[in-house]
């Protein structure tokens, strides 16, 4: 088993008596802190049942409408998209709720080799991605870890034409503080780790076996990787294993417990709904299933909470429900996306949609073209930007950037930029005219000073340049 873990105390039993007292729902106390979040000062966590509370239609607009204030203040209308690239479906758990789970006998098992890795970066190239999300189960081939290390590598050095990847995040198991030291070694940009669920007896439930049958292991992944250097990280939870208001707690204690301790809290947050997985056994009925209107209040809350955290949404979700959740404080969500190791290449092939092997079912099947113009025409700019990552803008740098607002001055006109780019390489004609209108619409509303740097970016793609930031 593993070495004495650093974990944080999450204290279940105090996050148990605040929702207990959760109070019935007070108009006034709601607007209270509806005004304090406006401010972009965040909520305590005495806050969060209080608006978790909230039912009735026009208290529920208030915090809807006050969480698309705060995003818009902070990162203005822009989206980031990225691409999960599945290396290996080997895995050595058991989580029930999840296709790749060691017992499951129906699954194709497959780790792609550097070549075959290669192959599908390159037909992500060709759909115009720039941001990779490496995914794998926890089982390596005989390299060990090595085998991540050089996919990373093999990622980053792949080309496409003039085109590479210029971002890479991570989403592997756990790693102990040595190998944390030569993850970050390769350049990463995001470690990525979710909790599944903070509740002690749920996730010892479901994950009976493996490695990961060790909770405090996993909970005090972050603060090894922190230790190491890795200054970004990603946390989340699976919704549905357990009651969404309790996983939202943890969530901000986790935060905040990273925060004081490294001086940074997470770069991001993931919100993943439990979706249908082949030989899982939460398919039918996740214990803790939460509906759209559920949902769509967790994102609200978490957005005033944590004003300052990206928001990742997946290709889980389907089209009407990622449509509504970008008003509410999504930044980043993950399109035309394969959850089975060679899915890209087999599609691309004419195989069909390539689905053998897959993690899970994806609600959204859109292509990168399709997803791009449908943010488009509902008027968000879809993002292709890693500038931050690339000028060094990490951990508390960018959080020293995005406390006074000032990150909206790089995320849009970088946006925009990345945007045209896709627009000269890879859209399609009905892509190409509805971006060009966000563009133009874009600038116009900008002030001087904003559209005249953010539009001669966008002339220097258009004359040719590529990989234009600031
Ligand atoms: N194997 C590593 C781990 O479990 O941390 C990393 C990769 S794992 C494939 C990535 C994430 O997929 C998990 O953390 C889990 O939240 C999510 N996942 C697994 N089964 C899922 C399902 N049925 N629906 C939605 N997400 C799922
Ligand atoms: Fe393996 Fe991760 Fe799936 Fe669990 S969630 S079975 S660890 S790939």
Redesign the pocket.
């Known amino acids: 088993m593993h070495g004495p873990s650093e974990a944080f105390p999450l204290d279940e039993a105090s996050i148990g008596r605040l929702l207990d007292g959760a109070p019935a729902q007070d108009p006034v106390r709601v607007r209270d802190i509806l005004a304090r979040a406006r401010e972009l000062r965040g909520l305590d966590e005495a806050d969060l049942p209080v608006l978790m509370a909230v039912q009735r239609p026009d208290l529920l607009d208030e915090l809807f409408h006050a969480a698309e204030q705060v995003k818009e203040e902070i990162y203005g209308r822009r989206i980031v998209l990225f691409a999960p690239l ?1 290396v290996s479906n080997l ?1 050595g ?1 058991e ?1 029930l ?4 789970r060691a017992s499951n006998r129906g699954l194709t098992r497959r780790a792609l080799g550097q070549a075959e890795i290669a192959a599908e970066v390159c037909h992500l190239l060709r759909q115009g991605h720039k941001r990779l999300l490496l ?4 089982a390596y081939p005989k390299e060990g870890l090595d085998y991540i290390l050089k996919a990373i590598r093999t990622i980053y050095a792949t080309r496409e034409g003039a085109e590479s990847i210029r971002r890479v995040n991570v ?4 790693l102990d503080l040595p190998d944390f030291r030569r993850l970050k070694e390769t350049q990463i940009g995001t470690y990525q ?2 909790q ?1 669920t903070y509740h002690r007896a749920t996730y010892a439930l479901m994950h009976p076996r493996g490695l ?1 049958a060790d909770y405090d292991w996993r909970l005090g992944c972050m603060d090894r990787a922190m230790q190491a250097g890795i200054e970004d990280v990603g946390i ?1 939870a ?1 919704f549905g294993l357990h009651d969404w208001r309790f996983e939202l707690l943890a969530l901000l204690r986790h935060a905040r417990h990273l925060e004081d301790r490294f001086g940074c809290g997470p770069h991001t947050i993931s919100v ?6 082949e030989g ?1 056994t ?2 039918e009925a996740p214990p803790f299933a939460v509906t759209d209107a559920d949902f769509r209040k967790l994102v609200a809350i978490l957005r005033l909470a944590v004003p300052y955290t990206g928001l990742i949404l997946s290709t ?1 979700e389907r089209p009407e429900v990622r449509r509504e959740v970008f008003h509410l404080g999504i930044s980043q969500i993950s399109a035309g996306s394969r959850t089975n190791p060679g899915g890209y290449r087999e599609e691309e092939a004419g195989n069909g949609p390539g689905d053998g092997g897959a ?2 079912s994806l609600g959204d099947h859109r292509d990168l073209d399709e997803v791009v113009r449908d943010l488009a025409e509902s008027g968000f700019i879809p993002s292709f930007c890693t500038g931050c990552y690339r000028m060094g803008r990490t951990g508390a740098d960018f959080m020293d950037l995005a406390k006074p607002g000032e990150i909206k001055l790089h995320c849009q006109p970088n946006a925009l930029s990345t945007l045209q780019e896709f627009v000269e390489d890879h859209a399609s004609p009905a892509t190409r005219a509805a971006a060009e209108i966000l563009v133009a619409g874009s600038l116009a509303a900008m002030d001087d000073r904003a559209r005249t740097r953010a539009g001669a970016m966008v002339a220097r793609v258009r004359r040719g340049e590529r990989d234009v930031f600031c």
């Not at 995914?135 to 926890?138: F, K, L, N, Q, S």
């Open positions: 599945y895995c758990n989580c709720y999840c296709a790749f995914v794998a189960g926890e989403n592997i198991a756990p780790l979710f599944e990961k989340g699976l993943p709904r439990i979706e249908p997985a899982s939460t398919s889980r993690q899970f």
